[in-house]
Nanobody, 118 residues
Framework: QVQLVESGGGLVQTGGSLRLSCAAT????????MNWYRQIPGKEREWVARVTGADRTNYADSVKGRFTISRDNEKKMVYLQMNSLNSEDTAVYYC????????????WGQGTQVTVSS
């Protein structure tokens, strides 16, 4: 089982930057594909970025070139560096650990609020 705790959210002005962190527990962290999702109230949760245990990354088109996902398998941490933020990035950001490709489950953190003001 994996437990995830996000941190680093807050209020930032348009054009600013934030770095989100996700601390994970579990002995086989490297085996999980780690994702960041975000959700605006009243809308479906949206996938933002993915990093595999081998450090392969993918991004949603809406954040490509502005956000960078990374992981530290030794520290069991996942990061999301967010640059050039705009109001459309305002959301609750969730860390996700996906083990379904090898028969485990998906796990979610509690979320961290990011608010971008103009």
């Amino acid at each position: 089982q994996v437990q995830l705790v996000e941190s680093g959210g807050g209020l930032v002005q348009t054009g600013g930057s934030l770095r989100l962190s996700c601390a994970a527990t579990g002995r086989i962290f490297r085996s999980y594909i780690m994702n960041w999702y975000r959700q605006i109230p009243g809308k479906e949760r949206e996938w933002v970025a993915r990093v595999t245990g081998a450090d392969r990354t993918n991004y949603a088109d809406s954040v490509k070139g502005r956000f960078t996902i990374s992981r530290d398998n030794e520290k069991k941490m996942v990061y999301l560096q967010m640059n050039s933020l705009n109001s459309e990035d305002t959301a609750v950001y969730y860390c996700n650990a996906d083990g379904t490709n090898w028969g485990d489950e998906q796990y979610w953190g509690q979320g961290t609020q990011v608010t971008v003001s103009s």
